[in-house]
């Protein structure tokens, strides 16, 4: 069984940054994708950046710019670094990993993210 554990969140103020990170319980290698999802309250769960093994990305349009998705596979995680944020960013984000093997997907705990003055 697959384990990721977010890290990261917490308040900050409009325009500020936070970095998240989802440590994996294996390595990294052995997804094909790897992603960020956040859910507001009231809102759906969407999709905010995907990295695949090939190392290709995309971003939500309304990310695009200001985050960035990355890993570091010696220690099996991946990060979200969050900049200039803004209120509208609030959320729990939660992150996927897609097993390149059987293509099962799995989630995280999620991370509570507020911007807020």
């Known amino acids: 069984q697959v384990q990721l554990v977010e890290s990261g969140g917490g308040l900050v103020q409009p325009g500020g940054s936070l970095r998240l990170s989802c440590a994996a319980s294996?390595?990294?290698?052995?997804?094909?994708?790897m992603a960020w999802y956040r859910q507001a309250p009231g809102k759906q769960r969407e999709l905010v950046a995907r990295l695949t093994s090939g190392g290709s990305t995309n971003y939500a349009d309304s990310v695009k710019g200001r985050f960035t998705i990355s890993t570091d596979n010696a220690k099996n995680t991946v990060y979200l670094q969050m900049n200039s944020l803004k209120p509208e960013d609030t959320a729990v984000y939660y992150c996927?990993?897609?097993?390149?093997?059987?293509?099962?997907?799995?989630w995280g705990q999620g991370t509570q993210v507020t911007v807020s003055s």
């Open positions: 294996r390595s990294i290698f052995s997804f094909y994708t």
């Open positions: 996927k990993a897609e097993s390149a093997r059987t293509g099962l997907n799995y």
